[in-house]
């Protein structure tokens, strides 16, 4: 570092143009540690964008896979009962048939 004797002959104009490298110098290193630190964070967030994607598909499918199901199962509980209703319709019961005569 400078001496003490160095600093009392430093000037006020040597002065100002030491505060103005000292600023460039660190504004430049400052912002060169930021775009780097930037450059990584977008790096990892664009992988961890890549795989949520992934997951997310995967998820999708998966959702809708259940819904259709679940769907399906539902339609299928109303035809087989719906049909189970129609047979018992035609069947021998003894109030079907009672219904039956009374409106010949």
Same mark, same amino acid.
């Given at each position: 570092?400078?001496?003490?004797?160095t600093?009392?002959?430093i000037?006020?104009?040597?002065?100002?143009n *030491?505060?103005?490298?000292l600023? %460039?110098?660190?504004?430049s290193?400052?912002?060169? @540690? +930021?775009?780097?630190?930037?450059?990584?964070?977008?790096a990892?967030?664009?992988a *961890?964008?890549?795989?949520?994607a %992934?997951?997310?598909?995967?998820?999708?499918?998966? @959702? +809708?896979?259940v819904?259709?199901?679940?769907?399906?199962?539902?339609?299928?509980?109303?035809?087989?009962?719906?049909?189970?209703?129609?047979?018992?319709?035609?069947?021998d019961?003894?109030?079907?048939q009672?219904?039956?005569?009374?409106?010949?």
């Open positions: 570092m400078w001496s003490s004797k600093w009392q002959k000037s006020i104009s040597d002065w100002s *030491l505060t103005l490298h600023e %460039e110098s660190l504004t290193a400052l912002g060169h @540690y +930021l775009d780097n630190w930037r450059r990584n964070v977008t990892a967030a664009n *961890l964008d890549k795989t949520l %992934e997951e997310n598909v995967r998820d999708v499918i998966w @959702y +809708l896979a819904m259709i199901g679940m769907f399906a199962f539902i339609i299928v509980a109303i035809l087989v009962s719906t049909v189970k209703s129609k047979r018992r319709e035609h069947s019961d003894p109030y079907h009672y219904i039956k005569e009374d409106c010949e």
